[in-house]
Structures are given as structure tokens and as C-alpha cells.
């Protein structure tokens, strides 16, 4: 750490597939690492690495410099902030919030100006880059919220981010997010449309993706999760359930803002399907299922 970059302690709320890496690389950054998850047991890597454990969320924050939450739903968010005894009502003025879970903007901008009335800053970040940009701290973080806080917690962004915008109030992190899953969202049907084709025409479906990879059709989802696609691989980089999640929240903004995003119910519709298969806790490639069972019908 730099003589630059002041000491901070960060408190961090959930250890999933995304949290549990980019706590790790605030802890190698040299701040002092206060840590809660519902199951303890998957913070015991980073303890014996020298993180404190918090007995819950709001213990967390009472002895924080910063807040980092990434959970499941925004029903978790609001409970850890909002609750009784939650981050919220036990954080010490001038604490800085940073909600990195993909939630309602609503959500984010209530929590915000609670948050403001009793002196603290809430920030909405979610990210993208799934479990391999977590990994590998270049993850894309859209922000949303007070300026001054922002750039408070830009050290602490930077360790865990590659491309850090404030995209303006708050609110604006998550509908950046928003902006993100939709594009994804027919993205993934492109691509499993793309390679369903290719198999249907006996092509050899890895030369494929090698090819059309390198031109205009290439893209993170064809050029990463199309290989597994083709393999067989649906572990989870990033959950379908929590994709869906995502997709509701997507919809429910289009609706309030009067828009009709055809391209987004379709895929909402066959990722629904995906769940109610039993897929939930696969990753978001395993749309491809549905592809494979057209052909095999």
C-alpha cells in the first residue's frame, strides 16, 4: 500500500462467488477486513488470513470506515441496511456505504437518503465480470451517488475494479447494472441461437466460435461462455436465479418508464423455464440447455 492510500477498516457483507474474491483483495490491499455471512464458514479463508468476524451485518458497520454489501436480493439488501440493528442504524457518522449488489434503484436511492439523514453516504455499485472479473480485481463498477463519497472510496474500488464511473445520483449504479443484464440478456439468446444453428448445420462448433469470435459477432459471452456451451459446462460463474432475478427488476423498470423491451421478456420467459427445469443454481450459460433439447426433440 502506498503512503498515499489511507488505512481503512472495511466492513464486508457476504462471501458468495463475487464477494468472497473481492473481499480478498481488499485484505492483500493492507486494510483491516471486518467480515459477516450468513454461512461463517465461508469466510474461513480470509480470517486465517487475518479478517475479523462480526457476529452480524450491524456489528459490521459499527466499527467500519466503509460498508461493502453484495448479497442475493433486494429483500436481503434492504433487511441488512434497513433492519433492526442493521448497517444503517448502527454505522457512526461519515461512514461510507457502498451496496454492490445488483438491486432495485428505488431500493437505492431510499437507502440513500436515509442513510444521508443520519450523516452517513450510501453508494449503489453493482458490478459485472462474474466470478472471473471478481477473481481477477477487473471487475466493471457503475456507480451511483454523492460525488465526495465516491471519490472517498475510489482506493478501495480500484483493488476490487478495472473501469470505475459514477454514472450520477444515486439509483443511477443500479440502472447502469440494469442497462447491463439487458444487453446480456439477448446476448446469451444470440449466442445459443448462433451455435444451435452450427450444430444443425454439422459444423464443427469450437471452429466456430474461433472464427466468428475474431469479427463483429465476438463478444465476451461467445468468446468465454460459448466454449462452455459447446462443453457441456454449466458450472456457475454467475447464478441463473440470480439472473432472473436481475430480469424482473429489468422488466419492472421498463414497465414503470413505459418501455416495451421484446428482446428482454423473451429471455426472462426462457430463463423462467431454466429454473422451473431444476437449473437455477447453474450458471447463466446454461440457456444452452434449452437449445439442445429443441434439437434432441
Avoid at 460498508?67 to 461510507?96: M, S
Avoid at 465526495?148 to 482506493?155: F, L
Avoid at 474461433?210 to 460463474?237: C, H, Q, R, W
Wanted: glycine share 14%; proline share 3%; net charge negative.
Amino acid at each position: 500500500m502506498s503512503m498515499a492510500t489511507e488505512k481503512k477498516t472495511v466492513g464486508f457483507i457476504g462471501l458468495g462467488i463475487m464477494g468472497l474474491s473481492m473481499a480478498g483483495h481488499i485484505l492483500d490491499g493492507g486494510h483491516d477486513l471486518v467480515v459477516f455471512n450468513r454461512t461463517k464458514s465461508k469466510a474461513d479463508d480470509l480470517l486465517a488470513k487475518g479478517a475479523t468476524w462480526a457476529a452480524s451485518p450491524g456489528e459490521v458497520a459499527a466499527v467500519s470506515d466503509i460498508v461493502i454489501t453484495i448479497v442475493g436480493y433486494p429483500k436481503d439488501v434492504e433487511e441488512v441496511y434497513l433492519g433492526n440493528g442493521g448497517i444503517v442504524e448502527c454505522a457512526r457518522p461519515g461512514t461510507i456505504l457502498i451496496d454492490m449488489t445488483t438491486s432495485s434503484p428505488e431500493l437505492a436511492t431510499r437507502i440513500a437518503r436515509l442513510a444521508e439523514a443520519r450523516g452517513l453516504a450510501a453508494l449503489d455499485a453493482p458490478v459485472s465480470g462474474g466470478d472471473v472479473g471478481a477473481k481477477a480485481g477487473n471487475l466493471a463498477i457503475m456507480v451511483g451517488g454523492d460525488e465526495k463519497a465516491y471519490r472517498a472510496a475510489m482506493p478501495i474500488f480500484d483493488l476490487m475494479g478495472g473501469k470505475i464511473v459514477n454514472m450520477g445520483p444515486a439509483g443511477a449504479g443500479q440502472h447502469t447494472k440494469m442497462a447491463n443484464q439487458i444487453a446480456i440478456a439477448s446476448t446469451m439468446l444470440a449466442v445459443g441461437e448462433s451455435l444451435s444453428y452450427a450444430a444443425a448445420a454439422g459444423l464443427d462448433q469450437t471452429a466456430l466460435i474461433e472464427v466468428i469470435g475474431t469479427g463483429a459477432a465476438g463478444s465476451f459471452l461467445l468468446n468465454g461462455l460459448g466454449p462452455k456451451m459447446v462443453s457441456g459446462d454449466y458450472a456457475p460463474g454467475f447464478f441463473v436465479h440470480h439472473f432472473v432475478k436481475d430480469l424482473n427488476i429489468a422488466l419492472a423498470e421498463a414497465a414503470r418508464m413505459r418501455l416495451d423491451l421484446p428482446g428482454l421478456g423473451l429471455a426472462k420467459s426462457l430463463y423462467d423455464k431454466l429454473v422451473a427445469d431444476g437449473f437455477g443454481e447453474e450458471g447463466t450459460q446454461a440457456l444452452y440447455r434449452l437449445y439442445t433439447q429443441l434439437a434432441e426433440a
